[in-house]
């Protein structure tokens, strides 16, 4: 199994910036992909940034592009999302994913494993 716990979620300011961490445990030899995807009060859960384990390719959403960077540290097992130039449609829960194939990095269904989330709120 493998096992997924974020940090660094909080409240601030539009325009202000977070970054968001998800330490990765067990068997990470498993794992293709990792990627984020948040959830609104009220909404489904969204894709929002992916990367490839052992690669450098990222994909990122329309609504973030530019504003938010995906990255990872394969030496320390986690893998990091920079949001800056945050808006208060940014507010959700924040959530880590892990999948094991290659194919679609923007479907929940196309990853494995799931953190608990990190609330993020972004004021206006």
């Known amino acids: 199994q493998v096992q997924l716990v974020e940090s660094g979620g909080g409240l601030v300011q539009a325009g202000g910036s977070l970054r968001l961490s998800c330490a990765v445990s067990?068997?990470?030899?498993?794992?293709?992909?990792m990627a984020w995807f948040r959830q609104a009060p009220g909404k489904e859960r969204e894709f929002v940034a992916a990367v490839t384990r052992d690669s450098d390719n990222t994909y990122y959403a329309d609504s973030v592009k530019g504003r938010f960077a995906i990255s990872k540290d394969n030496a320390k097992n986690t893998v990091s999302l920079q949001m800056n130039s945050l808006k208060p449609e940014d507010t959700a829960v924040y959530y880590c994913?892990?999948?094991?194939?290659?194919?679609?990095?923007?479907?929940?269904?196309?990853?494995?494993?799931w953190g608990q989330g990190t609330q993020v709120t972004v004021s206006s």
């Open positions: 994913a892990g999948g094991r194939y290659s194919g679609s990095y923007y479907y929940t269904n196309a990853y494995d494993y």
């Open positions: 067990g068997r990470i030899f498993t794992i293709y992909k």
